[in-house]
């Protein structure tokens, strides 16, 4: 008898689970918010990514069955078909207003319009440079895309500096980064990026998932942060974490979009953002311009943690950022950490590789998260082991 090809499959499992890297869900019950249940037991949320406490608000919820009474549940078609509202036009033109830029073309997630921008934007001739702690979907983008792709150290703007010294040898050049990393929640060095990018002739790229609704004095972003509005750059972004809704997008100059809308495969051949999405993202929007004192309440809750989380046991990686992230040595204490936090009533997932380098308990802070939610998490950590040097 031949040997099975499936075999391997239950053997890779098996690996998986013997280096503590096996995943699993949980089950969240009923609307996102600062407490959740999580697995029938409730607990404070400190896992999620909806920064201002938007994906529960009524207002959002509205403009999603409005829309969904008047354009019905799917858009029935890619943009180009048959799936192309009025809808999706506007929300556009005002994450393009509220980015600064030309337009915007906005996509099914995040992920989609990474792959979509930089599989459109460069090919096999073609150079990426791009930070070794990128998210998947940047990395991912930059292997379908053909191109020549080199990692540089995290945030190392010299060692990147080297590597531009190759550009000349390629066609085009793209440096693709985070703004805010994900899972670490440091920030890409951005006005030296635009300096190198304009010096060596690249593109720059700069994924504004965890930064849109938060960083930036409107919420505009890391661009808005550094003061780079108005620079040459492709900005992407979600609409899924600080907005609340579901979809992902594009914002730059007018002929960038209106290339992307005949390039970018992942936006071509994918049916068009759902109405409930796209009308709860366009609500969204409104009420992060409308609304600072949302942006302000978030801040003033990471202010309030990090003096909180001033104790000699705690390495805490970075403070730039909503997420903050401790570091364990191991993905079994991770693992044991995440457990031993929840049994406290504190929801915060252990992170392990291969989504990191290094194991560590990722704290996301919301706006909606009170005073007596950070004592507690204080409380929590600080009872179990978290690190020593
Ligand atoms: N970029 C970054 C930095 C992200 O963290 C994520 C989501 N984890 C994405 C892109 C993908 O966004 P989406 O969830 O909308 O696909």
Redesign the pocket.
């Known amino acids: 008898m031949s040997p099975n090809p499936y075999a391997w499959i239950n053997e890779s499992l098996t690996t998986i689970h013997r280096a503590d890297w096996y995943r699993s869900v949980q089950t969240i019950h009923g609307r996102p918010g600062a407490m959740v249940i999580v697995d029938g037991r409730e607990v404070i949320n400190f896992a999620s990514n909806d920064y201002l406490g938007l994906a529960g608000d009524d207002r959002l919820i509205e403009a999603g069955v409005a829309a969904t009474k008047q354009f019905g549940t799917g858009s029935t078609g890619s943009r180009l078909l048959s799936g192309h509202r009025e809808l999706h036009r506007e929300l556009e033109q005002a994450i393009a207003q509220f980015k600064q830029t030309e337009d915007a073309l906005v996509f099914s997630?995040?992920?989609l319009a990474?792959l979509g921008a930089i599989t459109a934007l460069v090919g096999k001739r073609d150079l990426i440079l791009s930070d070794e702690y990128n998210?998947s979907?940047l990395k991912n983008g930059a292997i379908l895309s053909g191109a020549t792709v080199i990692e540089y150290p995290h945030c190392d703007v010299t060692a990147l500096k080297n590597l531009l010294n190759q550009r000349q040898n390629y066609r085009r050049c793209l440096i693709i980064t985070?703004s805010v990393f994900?899972m670490d929640g440091d920030l890409c060095p951005l006005p030296t990026l635009l300096n190198l990018a304009e010096e060596f002739s690249c593109m720059l790229l700069v994924?504004e998932?965890?930064a849109t609704g938060v960083m930036g004095k409107t919420g505009a972003g890391c661009v808005e942060h550094f003061g780079c509005s108005g620079k040459q750059l492709i900005q992407v972004g979600?609409l899924?974490k600080a907005l609340g809704s579901l979809?992902?997008y594009v914002a730059g100059s007018a002929t960038l979009i209106d290339f992307l809308r005949n390039r970018a495969p992942s936006w071509i051949y994918t049916t068009a953002l759902s109405p409930a999405d796209t009308a709860a993202a366009l609500a969204a929007i409104k009420i992060v311009q409308q609304e600072p004192q949302r942006r302000n309440q978030l801040w003033a809750n990471v202010d309030e943690l990090k003096k909180l989380l001033q104790l000699p046991k705690l390495k805490l990686v970075q403070q730039e950022s909503p997420i903050l992230c401790f570091q364990l040595p191991s993905a079994a204490a991770a693992l044991e950490a995440g457990k031993q936090l929840k049994a406290s009533g504190i929801f915060a997932p252990a992170i392990r590789p291969p989504t990191v380098p290094t194991s560590r308990i990722r704290i996301s802070v919301m706006a909606t998260h009170e005073s007596i939610h950070l004592q507690k998490l204080v409380k929590a950590l600080s009872s179990i082991y978290i690190y020593s040097d």
């Open positions: 997630s995040g992920y990474n998210h979907s985070d994900s994924d998932a965890h979600t899924s979809g992902g």
